[in-house]
């Protein structure tokens, strides 16, 4: 049989805002209720970040905490991964108050880059410190690659003993900065792994679906939500990140593969 899929659902970020989707959730109840659709339409897992209530981005525990519980207050076993990332600017201690008890699996940036028209700055020193955290706190890391280089850091982590088994790697392509959503690319990094592991892409904007479909046929994972893309096909905005989550969950089927359940995902990135 083949592998399952584990669909992640990034249905919030940190850059998207209300005036381009009235889709965008910003309170935790929003964002809570948003991940509970998205697992309702099949996703494994669900990608965090939280908001002040007026939308701006925020690392916040006590925000992470209430959307967690009210997930979990639902009865949904998704998993939980919350973003070490936040939003470009933000000092690595803010970006780690997601971490909080709950949380499953965080992610690990691995370098600085352009971000649109700004710099997403991650420090080796600072990748490295991440990655201590979530090792302390016994997260399985999800490794964000946007360009080629990166898997070397991920190479040069792993050499060090700064990060070990289980982890698992996200390609992130079509950020205006990184790699951009093409075939080749995807190839290409996959080929790079530097030792077999399992791997999710993020297509961003119209390279969300096209990058979905690519992966896969190469037995990757797929992540989509409105963190990524706000629409459902050109110009039509969706209703929400479970709308892509349904679209991707159809295109999973067609491609002869069934979305993992949360504990299917649990198993197959070594959550325990
Ligand atoms: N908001 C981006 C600057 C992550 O979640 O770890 C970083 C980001 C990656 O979203
Ligand atoms: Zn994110």
Redesign the pocket.
């Known amino acids: 049989m083949a592998t399952p899929v584990i669909v992640t659902a ?1 249905v919030v ?2 850059e998207v805002t209300r005036e381009q989707s009235p889709a965008v959730p910003y309170t935790p109840e929003e964002i809570a209720g948003a991940a509970l659709d998205a697992w309702r339409a099949g996703a494994a897992a669900v ?1 965090l ?1 939280a908001r002040w209530p007026d939308g701006r981005p925020s690392q916040e525990a006590h925000h992470f905490r209430e959307i967690i519980d009210r997930i979990r207050a639902a009865g949904s076993d998704v998993v939980i991964q919350c ?1 070490t ?1 936040g939003a470009v600017g933000m000092p690595v201690e803010e970006r780690l108050g997601s971490l909080v008890p709950g949380a499953e699996m965080g ?1 690990l940036n691995l370098g600085t880059m352009n971000f649109g028209d700004e710099v997403f700055v991650n420090a080796r020193p600072d990748i490295v410190r991440i990655a201590g955290r979530l090792r302390e706190r016994k997260l399985v890391a999800e490794c964000e690659v946007y360009d080629a280089g990166m898997l070397d850091t991920l190479r040069w982590l792993l050499d060090k003993g700064h990060l070990s088994a289980p982890y698992h790697v996200q390609f992130v392509l079509g950020v205006p900065g990184g790699m951009s959503g093409s075939e080749r690319n995807l190839r290409f990094l996959v080929e790079g792994l530097p030792e077999p592991t399992h791997w999710t892409v993020a297509g961003i904007g119209r390279f969300e679906m096209p990058m979905a479909e690519v992966a896969l046929g190469l037995g990757g994972h797929v992540r989509v939500g409105l ?1 990524d893309n706000l629409f459902v096909s050109k110009g039509v905005l969706a209703r929400g990140s479970s709308e892509l989550v349904e679209l991707a969950v159809a295109m999973a089927r067609r491609a002869g593969r069934e979305p993992a359940t949360p504990g299917q995902a649990r198993a197959l990135l070594g959550i325990i």
């Open positions: 990034a970020g940190a990608h970040h973003s990332g992610t963190e």
